[in-house]
């Protein structure tokens, strides 16, 4: 049997509603489905303002954009993370500020954030790393004695609730992913919250190409302009009908990734209790949306030989993110990987676990016995 990293779960009513949006004849961005998409996320997490994007990537470039980043700024983020995250500060001439992670979590440490604010500080952009949320309401405070903008990226947290707030409630700006890797998938796209209600019409202006076209599909102008800078940050009335169908499943996935967490727990429960291995320890008043599995090995040694024994049984379990200060570019930066040894070593020895929504249905007992046995192999 194969176990890939990930796999495409399809919901019941996938091929109905992206049938409907194909002959619709509708295709572009904030039509039907997209109109469907927000108003689900709206009613379900009480989200302020919701904007489809083409990617979760797009969403941080317009979050970026509408948060007014530029040259001179300084922006701290961790380094632990996709390079989406970064992308969105450096496209723009900001300089990227890294910052340690708490290795409980893996995201970034709100310990540390504040050592690292200066007078060009403009933002900080926690992610919420596997869905487990990050420390929001400690970085919030943190943003106002500073005045600064705080824009979440939830890439991997729709669904999770901290402190009893839905990821991407508190903040100002929060971004969310639905590339085919994330629990629901439109294949590619993203979506950008705005809490702040000041921002919404420029939102509005940015994601349609810098154009108030808002203004004249609402009958408050009769012809558009270009008003402001933009982009084209629209999602596909097509890809927001396959989202749909994802988000409309939403329970349904979440009981059946919730199985692949809890089979995890259980086998690699005992390591973790010998101090071999950790795992990730989110707070008691976190609840998960079931993203990811990953843990930390004691050495890469052992780190490796486990990877290598489940590939021998094609369970394909995958390295984590390689940090962004030492990677080529984080190093033209003028960054070193002894900057954030933390950060380093950790990276060095994590690996992320085969995770999607139909292993609950097949193949979980053969993963689950694969990867007892290389655990037992690596440490007896």
């Given at each position: 049997?194969?176990?890939?990293?990930?796999?495409?779960?399809?919901?019941?009513?996938?091929?109905?509603?992206?049938?409907?949006?194909?002959?619709?004849?509708?295709?572009?961005?904030n039509?039907a489905?997209?109109?469907?998409?927000?108003?689900?996320?709206?009613?379900r997490?009480?989200?302020?303002?919701?904007?489809?994007?083409?990617s979760?990537?797009?969403?941080?470039?317009?979050?970026?954009?509408?948060?007014?980043?530029?040259?001179?700024?300084?922006?701290?983020?961790?380094?632990?993370?996709?390079s989406?995250?970064?992308?969105?500060?450096?496209?723009?001439?900001?300089?990227?500020?890294?910052?340690?992670?708490?290795?409980?979590?893996?995201?970034?440490?709100?310990?540390?954030?504040?050592?690292?604010?200066?007078?060009r500080?403009?933002?900080?952009?926690p992610?919420?790393?596997?869905?487990?949320?990050c420390?929001?309401?400690?970085?919030?405070?943190?943003?106002?004695r500073?005045?600064?903008?705080?824009?979440?990226?939830?890439?991997?947290?729709?669904?999770?609730?901290?402190?009893?707030?839905?990821?991407?409630?508190v903040?100002?700006?929060?971004?969310?992913?639905?590339?085919?890797?994330?629990?629901?998938s439109?294949?590619?796209?993203?979506?950008l919250?705005?809490?702040?209600?000041?921002?919404?019409?420029?939102?509005?202006?940015?994601?349609e190409?810098?154009?108030?076209?808002?203004?004249?599909?609402?009958?408050?102008?009769?012809?558009?302009?270009?008003?402001?800078?933009?982009?084209?940050?629209?999602?596909?009335?097509?890809?927001?009908?396959?989202?749909?169908?994802?988000?409309?499943?939403?329970?349904?996935?979440?009981?059946?990734?919730?199985?692949?967490?809890?089979?995890?727990?259980?086998v690699?429960?005992?390591?973790?209790?010998?101090?071999?291995?950790?795992?990730?320890?989110?707070?008691?008043?976190?609840?998960?949306?079931?993203?990811?599995?990953?843990?930390?090995?004691?050495?890469?040694?052992?780190?490796?030989?486990?990877?290598?024994?489940?590939?021998?049984k094609?369970?394909y379990?995958?390295?984590?993110?390689?940090?962004?200060?030492?990677?080529?570019?984080?190093?033209?930066?003028?960054?070193?990987?002894?900057?954030?040894p933390?950060?380093?070593?950790?990276a060095?020895?994590?690996?992320?676990?085969?995770?999607?929504?139909?292993?609950?249905?097949?193949?979980?007992?053969?993963?689950?016995?694969?990867?007892?046995?290389?655990?037992?192999?690596?440490?007896?």
């Amino acid at each position: 049997m194969k176990i890939p990293f990930n796999k495409v779960y399809f919901p019941a009513r996938e091929d109905e509603y992206v049938l409907e949006a194909l002959h619709s004849g509708a295709h572009c961005g904030n039509h039907a489905f997209c109109d469907k998409v927000i108003a689900l996320m709206k009613s379900r997490y009480g989200f302020r303002n919701v904007f489809l994007t083409p990617s979760g990537t797009a969403a941080l470039e317009m979050g970026a954009v509408l948060a007014g980043i530029g040259p001179g700024d300084e922006v701290i983020l961790p380094s632990y993370t996709f390079s989406s995250t970064v992308n969105c500060v450096v496209l723009f001439g900001a300089k990227p500020v890294f910052c340690e992670v708490d290795p409980r979590t893996m995201n970034i440490d709100a310990g540390r954030i504040e050592a690292l604010v200066t007078p060009r500080t403009k933002m900080i952009i926690p992610i919420d790393y596997a869905g487990v949320p990050c420390e929001i309401d400690a970085i919030m405070e943190i943003a106002e004695r500073h005045g600064l903008i705080v824009m979440q990226d939830c890439a991997q947290s729709y669904g999770s609730v901290h402190k009893g707030k839905p990821c991407g409630s508190v903040p100002h700006l929060a971004t969310f992913s639905f590339h085919e890797t994330k629990n629901f998938s439109a294949g590619e796209g993203g979506a950008l919250i705005v809490n702040v209600p000041e921002w919404d019409l420029r939102a509005s202006f940015l994601q349609e190409k810098g154009t108030d076209r808002r203004l004249v599909l609402n009958g408050m102008k009769n012809k558009y302009s270009w008003v402001d800078k933009g982009s084209s940050y629209l999602m596909s009335d097509i890809l927001a009908a396959m989202l749909f169908s994802q988000l409309e499943a939403e329970d349904e996935i979440r009981e059946k990734r919730a199985k692949v967490t809890a089979a995890y727990l259980d086998v690699f429960g005992p390591y973790v209790r010998r101090g071999l291995v950790r795992v990730f320890e989110p707070a008691p008043y976190v609840t998960l949306n079931h993203h990811a599995f990953w843990t930390v090995f004691d050495t890469e040694e052992n780190k490796r030989r486990f990877m290598a024994l489940l590939r021998e049984k094609e369970i394909y379990v995958y390295i984590g993110y390689l940090p962004l200060h030492s990677a080529p570019y984080g190093q033209k930066l003028g960054y070193r990987p002894e900057d954030l040894p933390l950060t380093e070593d950790l990276a060095a020895r994590i690996v992320r676990m085969p995770f999607y929504t139909s292993l609950a249905d097949e193949g979980l007992s053969y993963c689950m016995e694969h990867v007892q046995h290389a655990l037992h192999t690596v440490y007896g």
